[in-house]
């Protein structure tokens, strides 16, 4: 049978392993992006860590509910733990949540926020590698390098603050079992949010 061009250079990519789709259980997908600083970060560059990806748009409802304390706590405590937060604007450029670099680390500063970095994924490359679909979407990659969470942030898909504490943690929980060395329970949940806007 003979396939057509797209569907011959995607199964040559994928025999070649150079498409690396993100998957829970097995190696994150490699990649490099420049945060907010332009300074140049590889996920090569935080082996032997547990990294955190957060999927953010600063005009999003969803994620201004969790940008009210919920978030900055999550962070203290991935610091705390000796992990690298990564937050990740896939916005493209003249879309909504795009930002300069400047913009972004005035937002830092304004919402008390301590992410290791802001990174910028203009192009949807990291984002698409990801599956990521909405603002918060988040993922804990082991310090194995595996991933090991992907999903939402909590269970109560609202733009209210209020239902944050009566909602389920799935992310916090996962974060935690990964920081314990633990295997994370609930690996997989349903991100809810803003889409993204590729």
């Known amino acids: 049978m003979r396939l057509p061009p797209l569907l011959t250079a995607a199964a040559l990519l994928l025999s070649a392993g150079l498409v690396h789709a993100a998957t829970i259980g097995a190696p994150a997908p490699a990649f490099s992006a420049i945060d907010s600083h332009g300074e140049t970060h590889s996920l090569s560059d935080f082996a032997g860590k547990t990294v955190v990806l957060e999927w953010t748009n600063h005009g999003c409802p969803f994620v201004q509910k969790h940008y009210q304390g919920n978030m900055q706590s999550l ?44 990174l910028f994924d203009s192009s949807g490359e990291i984002g698409r590698r990801y599956d990521a679909k909405t603002t918060p979407h988040m993922y804990v990659i082991n310090a194995e390098g595996m991933l090991v969470y992907a999903g939402g942030i909590d269970s109560i898909p609202s733009a209210d603050p209020a239902d944050i504490d009566r909602a389920e943690p799935y992310f ?18 349903r991100p809810y949010g803003c889409s993204i806007k590729y």
């Open 172 to 189: 916090r929980t996962a974060l935690a079992e990964t920081l314990a060395g633990k295997t994370v329970s609930r690996a997989s949940t």
């Open 75 to 118: 962070q203290a405590m991935a610091a705390d733990g000796g992990a690298v937060w990564l937050s990740v604007i896939s916005s493209a450029p003249g879309k909504q949540g795009h930002v300069s670099g400047d913009e972004a680390n005035a937002l830092t500063t304004e919402r008390d926020a301590a992410p290791t970095a802001v």
